[in-house]
């Protein structure tokens, strides 16, 4: 599956960012869908996450600020930031599940104090 991340960019701490994610395959396909993170120095870590059935688990660090969602007609899922920090800096992957993972090439959100 061939994913293709977009919406990261600058933008000033308590702002507000959606990032996308479009599929080259149907979500009918795909076991789970999430959204990961990597700060400089620091290891990739999870965001959120969806099922196929539409549960969702977020990290600790984004708890309450996030909301990961998908359009199954568009083949597209999105990662809404609300409330940002600067420490939410980082490359944000979309990653998909069909039994192999997949992973877009990431799209950087840099949050500004």
């Known amino acids: 599956v061939q994913l293709q991340a977009s919406g990261g960019g600058l933008v000033q701490a308590g702002g507000s960012l959606r990032l996308s994610c479009v599929a080259s395959?149907?979500?009918?396909?795909?076991?789970?869908m999430g959204w990961y993170r990597q700060a400089p120095g620091k290891e990739r870590e999870l965001v959120a996450s969806m099922t196929r059935a539409g549960s969702t688990n977020y990290g600790n660090s984004v708890k309450g600020r996030s909301s990961i969602s998908r359009d199954n007609a568009k083949n597209t899922m999105y990662l809404q930031m609300n409330s940002l920090k600067p420490e939410d800096t980082a490359v944000y992957y979309c990653?998909?599940?069909?039994?192999?993972?997949?992973w877009g090439k990431g799209t950087l959100v840099t949050v500004s104090s």
């Open positions: 395959r149907s979500f009918f396909y795909i076991n789970a």
């Open positions: 990653n998909v599940n069909t039994g192999v993972d997949s």
